[in-house]
């Protein structure tokens, strides 16, 4: 088949051709395609990558979940921690291997938002999930949240509350029966907390996410050397098959340093899964505006 070329306008009176008003079309027809996708996203290189036009939802919440687990390990402050509130666009591809890519935008509340704060933050996310494997790939970049020195600040001042904790190991549950959490035991409760999230990244799946259900016992608690060593034990709330798993989590922080986790967790999982050691980042890979 030959090709031809489409003829240009011919040149206005002056001798120059319209291009401004062509180019300035283009250029609108280009931004209105980018609004419509998630911020940074875009098609896997590989061509073996189809897009999921029909985007089940619980895909996009998994993936959110993902995110802000690994987000709230790597950032390490219990002051910073993020819940999901809710996902506003997505995009999935999928190709051969039943590896899924996951690009969204979604918005978050602080755990423990203070009285009149913002309670809203917002997020845009890359996350890659395996198939069946677990610890998704994660890179995500979060706006209009706390400041980075109020988060030190109020980081600073549970630390020193944290440093003249009594030792807790008579604590049995938190929460308690009732599902209340004495003041008293907040900070340990938010501690623990931050701990998890590594867990319950590490542990996601496409189809399987985690929620921090219970801290059932604390084993050790000491202050030495600056930083609050905690050794613990959680039940983690496994949705899709309705188990709860015990693991016996034991974290080194302190505030702006970066969050040490090494855990061990009984359950379906193979050895390989069942433990795992990680060192976090006072800083999350992806520069996290107001952070």
């Excluded at 995110?67 to 999928?94: D, E, I, K, M, Y």
């Excluded at 051969?96 to 309670?119: I, M």
């Excluded at 610890?135 to 980075?148: D, H, L, W």
């Excluded at 985690?210 to 949705?239: C, G, M, P, R």
Aim: charged content about 20%; aromatic content about 8%; hydrophobic content about 35%.
């Amino acid at each position: 088949m030959q090709l031809h070329r489409l003829p240009l306008p011919a040149p206005g009176p002056g001798g120059s051709r319209p291009a401004a008003p062509l180019l300035a079309l283009l250029l609108l027809l280009a931004l209105q395609g980018t609004a419509a996708a998630p911020a940074g996203s875009e098609q896997p290189q590989d061509s073996g990558w189809q897009q999921d036009a029909e985007i089940p939802r619980r895909t996009l919440q998994q993936a959110a979940r993902a995110a802000l687990h690994f987000l709230n390990f790597r950032v390490g402050s219990p002051s910073a921690l993020r819940v999901l509130s809710a996902v506003q666009q997505g995009r999935t591809w999928v190709n051969s291997k039943k590896e899924c890519q996951v690009d969204l935008v979604f918005t978050t509340e602080r755990y423990n938002p203070g009285e009149g704060e913002e309670h809203l933050g917002k997020c845009s996310a890359r996350v890659f999930f395996r198939g069946e494997k677990p610890r998704p790939a994660v890179n995500v970049t979060c706006t209009r949240f706390i400041e980075k020195s109020k988060r030190q600040q109020e980081d600073f001042q549970l630390y020193q509350h944290m440093k003249q904790l009594k030792s807790p190991l008579d604590v049995v549950s938190i929460p308690d029966s009732h599902g209340h959490i004495d003041p008293s035991l907040r900070p340990i409760w938010d501690l623990a907390f931050l701990g998890s999230s590594y867990v319950m990244w590490e542990k996601t799946t496409q189809f399987s996410h985690y929620y921090l259900a219970q801290l059932s016992s604390v084993q050790q608690w000491k202050t030495n050397d600056d930083a609050i060593d905690f050794t613990y034990t959680v039940l983690l709330h496994e949705f899709s098959t309705q188990e709860m798993v015990p693991c016996r989590i034991h974290l080194v922080w302190y505030p702006s340093k970066p969050l040490k986790v090494k855990y061990h967790c009984q359950g379906l999982q193979t050895p390989e899964e069942a433990s795992g050691t990680e060192e976090g980042s006072a800083v999350a890979p992806t520069e996290l505006g107001n952070f």
